[in-house]
């Protein structure tokens, strides 16, 4: 199926920069995915909105942070108060995401 990227921002509460652009959405969406929801901030808003990528954010910031690392994927994360576990389905609009155990659609 589709697939949603869901990055977990590690400089919470803070939240001063964004390493989520608009090179991240555009390699992304060129891999193959159609949405990303970023718990935290991203940048370079006007230029991701040209993109077919759909993302959600907490907030927006026009600076952007050092890379200290690969990171991690296919591991649980929590957003919002909520655990995400690879595999699960989420559902997004400009209200707000839903995720999922089984298919919804």
């Known amino acids: 199926g589709p697939k949603v990227v869901c990055v977990q921002d590690l400089d919470k509460p803070r939240v001063i920069g964004s390493f989520w652009g608009e090179v991240n959405s555009n390699m992304h969406r060129a891999l193959g995915c ?50 995400i576990n690879p595999g699960e389905y989420v559902y997004a609009d400009n209200n707000g995401v839903i995720i999922s155990e089984k298919p919804l659609l």
Do not use: H, S
């Not at 159609?34 to 907030?59: F, H, M, N, P």
């Not at 952007?64 to 655990?83: C, F, H, S, W, Y």
């Open 34 to 83: 159609v949405g990303t929801i970023v718990d935290g901030a991203i940048r370079d808003v006007d230029e991701i909105g040209q993109t077919r990528l759909g993302v959600q954010a907490l907030g927006t910031t026009p600076l952007k942070t050092e890379k200290l690392g690969m990171g991690q994927r296919d591991v649980p994360i929590a957003m919002g108060g909520v655990n």
